[in-house]
T-cell receptor, first 116, second 114 residues
Framework: AQTVTQSQPEMSVQEAETVTLSCTYDTSENNYYLFWYKQPPSRQMILVIRQEAYKQQNATENRFSVNFQKAAKSFSLKISDSQLGDTAMYFCAFMKVQGGSEKLVFGKGTKLTVNP | DTGVSQNPRHKITKRGQNVTFRCDPISEHNRLYWYRQTLGQGPEFLTYFQNEAQLEKSRLLSDRFSAERPKGSFSTLEIQRTEQGDSAMYLC????????????FGPGTRLTVT
């Protein structure tokens, strides 16, 4: 079974600064996706960024980028120019591509607070 | 289409009662997922539908839980004889059946069993 570990339960950053959230995963699969989801307080889960395992290039979405190290099974999220609206729980998630359910396996999350 | 919707948003029930939640996915999506999220944890997979067929169920889904998606559109999740341990946020998500398999989540139904 796949597992996802987020070792930082809480983090804080000053507005406009950069912060990196860590994620490691354990799998013997070769075909999978990795995701970062954001869950603002009392609001729904939003997809932040996606990475296909077969792609060597790290994904980037505006201020959000990942550092995907396949051999190390590491998938960190970097948020640049942090904004107050980035305050949320961030979940790292793994998805095995199996021609079936493609269900998500989540880590326990990192609570990020952006301070003014 | 404004995204995945779930009703009710909050449900308080007494132990032993039955509850039913509804999820309306994004209309073009033929895959629908249910997850459960307890305090301080990430969501955990419960079950999955492709169109109207329920193709996978987690071992977390005890016999008291049943889910349906009768016409391949909306889905319901019923919990019979609720227990305090069922208190959680129940999340619904939907996606296309082809890559990149991005799942879009609803706001969730928060269940409190007293």
């Amino acid at each position: 079974a796949q597992t996802v570990t987020q070792s930082q339960p809480e983090m804080s950053v000053q507005e406009a600064e950069t912060v990196t959230l860590s994620c490691t995963y354990d799998t013997s699969e070769n075909n999978y996706y990795l995701f970062w989801y954001k869950q603002p307080p009392s609001r729904q889960m939003i997809l932040v960024i996606r990475q296909e395992a077969y792609k060597q290039q790290n994904a980037t979405e505006n201020r959000f980028s990942v550092n995907f190290q396949k051999a190390a099974k590491s998938f960190s999220l970097k948020i640049s120019d942090s904004q107050l609206g980035d305050t949320a729980m961030y979940f790292c998630a793994f998805m095995k591509v199996q021609g079936g359910s493609e269900k998500l396996v989540f880590g326990k999350g990192t609570k990020l607070t952006v301070n003014p | 289409d404004t995204g995945v919707s779930q009703n009710p948003r909050h449900k308080i029930t007494k132990r032993g009662q039955n509850v039913t939640f509804r999820c309306d996915p994004i209309s073009e999506h033929n895959r629908l997922y249910w997850y459960r999220q307890t305090l301080g944890q990430g969501p955990e997979f419960l079950t999955y539908f492709q169109n109207e067929a329920q193709l996978e169920k987690s071992r977390l889904l005890s016999d008291r839980f049943s889910a349906e998606r009768p016409k391949g559109s909306f889905s319901t999740l019923e919990i019979q004889r609720t227990e305090q341990g069922d208190s959680a946020m129940y999340l619904c998500a939907s996606s296309f059946e082809t890559g990149p398999y991005e799942q879009y989540f609803g706001p969730g139904t928060r269940l409190t069993v007293t």
